[in-house]
């Protein structure tokens, strides 16, 4: 008799799960219909619900939703109406954002959109981080109401996420829009727009055929000094691939200076280790920019240093773009042109050996 029940009510778990929606639709106007939700989080919880293995679509309608969703479930898919139509805004910053996260760590609670899964796609939408910061950097420093830790992401890519896709995505912010430290992911055909090291973390990210958008600053740069940054990887030593830029477009928005951006500096993140809190030396950042055009705002240098804590807690620890795994080929317009910096990392991958390894085990969906 148990065995029976046993039998039976595993048979009923079996077609619920068969049974269970394999799309869902957001929209503004849902009213009563089934399976519509007014918000993309109330999309996401509900596919969370399905334990099955199936792929769940998610069909997000025009407009613009004022929303941090968080994806929890793999094998999802996020679909919106086009970049300038469907719109997934927030505002969050990191001086205040450390509610958002697990940790209590302000840059990735900032984000407007966190995906903590694997495989998901994501195509045909905008994700913005809204911070005013271009009003917050025209304050003069010591300006009480100037907030200093101003990053505003708008994709986190967490740390349990892994292949992960992303076609026809606009990426809007200003500091720090896109952070990956997770495993994969691929971008393609779409936008990143930022300022200072918008593209950065440890994860390994694929951008191709893509626009990556410098933006401007509140005031003018000085002459010879850098603005902005497109990358800020921190690439683990032991990982032969970071943040690798290809057949994309770099411009810039008017006020963006000449000789202004540097496509990227070293970031070594202040870790806890047993003897001490510094800069993680193992985080030797991996970028790479293959093929791509650059106009007039690429400085001559192309990178630059970024300054780290020392073990004696100070921000004096100076890590060099030449002590760096960063590479450079096939670069044409402008902002290609300059002296070459001593760059003595010979290890640079190309592009067929980047989607080799970024691609192992991974077959993305159409």
């Not at 996420?161 to 500091?175: E, H, M, T």
């Amino acid at each position: 008799m148990k065995l029976y029940l046993a039998a039976f009510l595993g048979s009923l778990l079996a077609g619920a799960a068969a049974a269970a929606p394999t799309s869902y639709r957001v929209a503004a106007d849902c009213g009563a219909r089934a399976g519509c939700f007014g918000s993309v989080q109330a999309a996401l919880d509900a596919a969370a619900r399905d334990k099955s293995r199936n792929w769940v679509t998610i069909t997000i309608a025009p407009g613009t939703y004022r929303e941090k969703p968080v994806v929890r479930r793999g094998r999802v898919r996020i679909a919106g109406a086009g970049a300038d139509r469907t719109r997934i805004v927030f505002d969050a910053v990191a001086q205040t954002a450390g509610r958002y996260d697990p940790a209590n760590w302000g840059t990735p609670g900032s984000a407007t959109l966190t995906i903590h899964a694997s495989d998901v796609v994501v195509r045909d939408l905008s994700v913005e981080n809204a911070f005013d910061y271009l009003a917050n950097d025209a304050l003069p420093e010591g300006d009480p109401k100037k907030i200093g830790n101003s990053q505003g992401v708008a994709l986190l890519l967490d740390t349990d996420s892994d292949r992960v896709q992303f076609d026809g995505v606009w990426l809007l912010g200003y500091q720090d829009t896109l952070f990956t430290r997770g495993r994969r992911a691929w971008f393609r055909r779409g936008i990143v727009a930022g300022n200072v090291d918008f593209i950065f973390g440890s994860g390994m990210l694929l951008i191709e055929d893509s626009e990556i958008r410098s933006r401007r600053r509140a005031g003018p740069t000085p002459a010879g000094e850098f603005a902005s940054f497109i990358a800020a990887p921190s690439t683990p030593l032991s990982q032969p691939i970071g943040i690798v830029i290809s057949r994309s477009r770099l411009t810039r928005e008017a006020g963006v200076e000449n000789g202004s951006v540097a496509l990227a500096r070293p970031w070594h993140p202040t870790t806890r280790f047993a003897d001490g809190r510094y800069a993680d030396p193992n985080a030797v950042g991996q970028a790479s920019f293959l093929d791509c055009w650059m106009d007039a705002h690429i400085h001559p240098e192309h990178w630059t240093s970024m300054a780290g804590t020392a073990r004696d807690g100070t921000k004096t620890a100076i890590f060099r773009p030449e002590d760096s795994r960063f590479a450079e080929r096939g670069s044409r317009g402008p902002g290609a042109r300059g002296p070459a910096m001593a760059i003595r990392w010979n290890g640079a991958l190309g592009i067929d050996a980047v989607r080799q390894r970024l691609f192992d085990g991974w077959r993305p969906r159409s």
